[in-house]
């Protein structure tokens, strides 16, 4: 009837008598607080570097060549999810 679903007329009402002000009523943000799957930006860049390196090879190829790399220098054992590195390459 208004152009808004049941639910979000029932959380805009829920807001407004809980702070009793319109001003509960303003859009608010919808980006997570946080990401808990996020890669460090150091790795993005090494992520982002290879891929403008080699540009036909996939996340895979790339995830295994920089963790073969990687664990040659640091000596480490686990590595990041694929889907992490997937999000990163594309």
């Known amino acids: ?30 980006v997570p607080h946080n990401s808990p799957t996020k890669i460090s930006e150091e790795v993005e860049a090494m992520v982002v570097a290879a891929r403008k390196q080699r540009p036909t090879w996939g996340a895979r190829k790339l995830l295994h060549a920089l963790v073969a790399a990687h664990r040659a220098r640091s000596g480490r054992k686990r590595a990041a999810s694929r889907r992490s590195w997937t999000a990163t390459v594309y």
């Open 1 to 30: 009837m208004f152009g808004v679903s049941r639910q979000t007329g029932h959380d805009w009402l829920k807001r407004y008598r809980k702070a009793r002000s319109l001003d509960a009523l303003v859009d608010r943000s919808s």
